[in-house]
């Protein structure tokens, strides 16, 4: 069975201080891998989809890698406009269009 | 705005009411999908359909039923709500029948079943 786990739960930063939020997944041959934004009151907005192990993707202060194993997301000099809940998610070849998502990292940037 | 709308943001309810959370997007996406979200079980897939009259179960099927009469509508319907069934809904639309891209959601609606 597919399965997302992402680590840590919660972690706190001062602004300007630049960390990383860990998915690990086990998929059967992944499709793809997806991260999101989710600030409270909100649905999840779209950041980034990965799809192959070395790729790379960047939107000003993030950037999402991928391993064959993981996929990490780097926040480089994080704002406090930067706290949210992020998820990771994943679509495996063998389990079609179905999409599983971790239970996300909340992030707060403390001023 | 390209979107996707909930209605209701808010549902409160009594066990065995039978209720409607309707869903719509008009971005003319074939996928659309329904999630519950639980604290500490994330996001759980209820219901999916990859075009009009094709629904197909998710991992939390019991006690929703969905229907697809037309692309941009997806209601959820909860025919005798349980308390375990008191949750944040999402719904979801994709492009591509939902293969490689990504969802964008509509902004959730809380249930509470009493």
């Known amino acids: 069975e597919d399965q997302v786990t992402q680590s840590p739960e919660a972690l706190r930063l001062q602004e300007g201080e630049s960390s990383s939020l860990n998915c690990s997944y086990t998929?059967?041959?992944?499709?793809?891998l997806f991260w999101y934004r989710q600030d409270p009151g909100k649905g999840p907005e779209f950041l980034f989809t990965l799809y192959s192990a070395g790729e790379e993707k960047e939107k000003e202060r993030l950037k999402a890698t991928l391993t064959k194993k993981e996929s990490f997301l780097h926040i480089t000099a994080p704002k406090p406009e930067d706290s949210a809940t992020y998820l990771c998610?994943?679509?495996?070849?063998?389990?079609?269009?179905?999409?599983?998502f971790g239970t996300g990292t909340s992030l707060t940037v403390i001023p | 705005e390209a979107q996707v709308t909930q209605n209701p943001r808010y549902l409160i309810t009594v066990t065995g009411k039978k209720l409607t959370v309707t869903c719509s997007q008009n971005?003319?996406?074939?996928?659309m999908s329904w999630y519950r979200q639980d604290p500490g079980l994330g996001l759980r897939q209820i219901y999916y359909s990859m075009n009009v009259e094709v629904t197909d179960k998710g991992d939390v099927p019991e006690g929703y039923k969905v229907s697809r009469k037309e692309k941009r509508n997806f209601p959820l319907i909860l025919e005798s709500p349980s308390p375990n069934q008191t949750s944040l809904y999402f719904c979801?639309?994709?492009?591509?029948?939902?293969?490689?891209?990504?969802?964008?959601f509509g902004n959730g609606t809380r249930l509470t079943v009493t």
């Open positions: 979801a639309s994709s492009t591509g029948q939902g293969f490689n891209s990504p969802l964008h």
């Open positions: 971005m003319n996406h074939e996928y």
């Open positions: 998610a994943v679509q495996g070849v063998n389990t079609g269009n179905q999409f599983y």
């Open positions: 998929v059967s041959g992944l499709r793809g």
